[in-house]
Structures are given as C-alpha cells and as structure tokens.
C-alpha cells in the first residue's frame, strides 16, 4: 500500500492569485486616485511620486504572475501542451531540500516633523540547498487530456513514496539538512520538485491566433496601470485547469539487506569495502534509526 508523503514538494503556485488579482486592482485604483488628487489638490510632486511608485509595483507584482506571463506569450497549441505535459512525466525531476535563514532588524528614523518611525526588514544571512537521495523515481500523475479551447493552463508538481520506509528516510534526510543549516532565527524552507524545461503555466489555444491579440493589449493596459483589471477579464473569459506532476520515490535505508546487492560485495578480508553498511551477515537487519550512515 503506497503511504502518504511525509513531505509535500512545494508548488510554485500555491498562492492565491485570486487574492492577489484583486489586490491588484485596488492598487490600480489607488494609482488614479493619486493622479486625480495631484490635479485636484495642486501638490503634483507628491501626488505623482505615490503613483509612480504604485505603478512599480502593479507592474512588478503582476508581471511576476505565471499566469500573467501565460496569457500574454506562452501560448501553446492542443498538441504541444500534450508534449510538454508527456515529456515532464517521463523526465525524471530533481528533488531539492532548500532553506534561507534570517532575522528581523527593526530600525528606527526621525522624521523632519521631530517625529519618530520604525521599519522592519528581513537580513538573510545563509542560504543552502542540497538535492534528495533516492534509489528509483517513479511518474504516477493522472493521465492529462489536453483541452478542447482556450484554457489557462497551471501545472503544478508534487510528490509521493513507495512505502513508509522511503517516508521515513525522506523525512529523515529532510531533517538532518536543516538541522545543518538552521543559522538564524527565521527560516523559508521546503522542497521543491525541478523539471527540465518546466513552465509553471500557459494558454492552451487550439485555434491559435490569439497571442497576437494579447500582446499589444498586456503591454498598453501597463503602460497606462490598468493591466490588473485587463488581466482579470481575459482570464475569466478563459477556462481554467490545474494538472500536478507527480513522482514518487523509493529509498532504501542505508545498512539493509535489501541495499547491499545495489553494491559491490566485499570479501570477508576487506569489510570496508561496503560504504554504506557494517559489514555483519550474521547480525540481524537494524531499525532505520540505528543504522550507520543514515541521515537520523
């Protein structure tokens, strides 16, 4: 019976885009409720300052989407999301442990009215990432039918393992990596599935045509701050699908039995010889938790 994943591989487009569409917006708003005030009020510089700045930020925010970027260029037939989808199940995926560490440092300002403010920043202070050991690497996604019109492609990625021993010595492998890079007081970690060519979303159009129309459209609505409110029109005139890429994993803990043949066998006169094993075939197989060499 297959377990469940003791560790889940982090999908890049967990976020909730809905939330952050309508975010969006109302920074768009606020963007033409600057302007408006600079002509109303007579305080140009100021007024046109906050809107610069808002606009920056609608224009990196939204531009940092997946399914922005989808909609306005990677648009891809029937047959080529079909491909792509077949070739990322039967590529076999990168599985990486990864940490940033880092602590809050509050700063304090004096503002010219003698009055005081304080602003905290996060200062990341290590960094590291290490790929997982494993034995085999297995596709077990659900079979993909790409669609018939226009669809907003997400694709996601996940993971899974053979048994509870593969869980346990994921689990075990996870553990002793953070436990050698934890260095600050906050950490972002996780494990993160990576595919060759991966694209975390795009436009299935089966009558092609559309890029072209998109394009131009995406690039004048952010020139002119609207491309929130763009955006959310053409994407709700779109069909959504969300397709997760699946790998499960088998790990064999190091020291049993069932490890031993994937290795040279020593000679009786040489027990070093096996790296990842005491060499003692009268001694009974020894729990995950005790065997040399393992990531506990």
């Known amino acids: 019976m297959e377990s469940q994943p003791l560790i889940k591989a982090a999908n890049r487009n967990t976020h909730n885009t809905k939330c952050v569409r309508i975010f969006m917006c109302v920074l768009s708003l606020a963007l033409y409720a600057m302007v408006a005030c600079a002509f109303i009020v007579g305080e140009m510089f100021i007024f046109f300052g906050v809107a610069g700045f808002l606009w920056i930020v609608i224009t990196i925010g939204m531009w940092m989407m997946p399914e922005v970027r ?29 940490i940033r560490c880092y602590h809050n440092r509050t700063s304090t300002h004096r503002n010219s009215d003698g009055s005081t403010s304080t602003r905290t920043e996060k200062v990341y202070t290590h960094s590291a990432s290490q790929p997982v050991s494993f ?6 996604s659900a079979p993909f039918t790409a669609p018939n019109q226009s669809t907003l492609m997400t694709i996601g990625t996940g993971l899974c393992y053979s048994d509870f021993v593969s869980g346990a010595c994921m689990e075990a492998q996870y553990c002793h990596f953070l436990s050698h890079n934890t260095r600050d007081t906050h950490q972002e970690k996780g494990v993160r599935v ?7 979303a795009f436009l299935v159009t089966p009558g092609g045509g559309m890029k072209c129309k998109t394009v131009p459209l995406y690039v004048f609505s952010t020139i ?21 890429v699946t790998k499960k994993l088998s790990i064999i803990p190091a020291g049993s039995y069932a490890a031993q043949p994937l290795a040279p066998a020593p000679s ?4 070093w010889a096996l790296p990842y094993a005491v ?9 995950v938790e005790q065997q040399p060499g393992s990531y506990v």
């Open 70 to 98: 989808a909609c306005a260029g990677t648009h891809v037939s029937r047959e080529k999301s079909e491909s792509l989808v077949r070739t990322w199940c039967r590529s076999e995926a990168t599985v990486v442990m990864w």
């Open 135 to 140: 034995d085999a690497q297995e596709d077990v």
């Open 194 to 200: 990576d595919l060759p060519g991966f694209k975390h």
């Open 224 to 244: 002119i701050g609207i491309l929130p409110f763009v955006h959310m029109a053409l994407s709700s005139a779109v069909d959504r699908q969300q397709f997760t």
């Open 268 to 271: 009786p006169e040489e027990p």
């Open 279 to 287: 060499y003692e075939p009268s001694a009974p197989p020894m729990p």
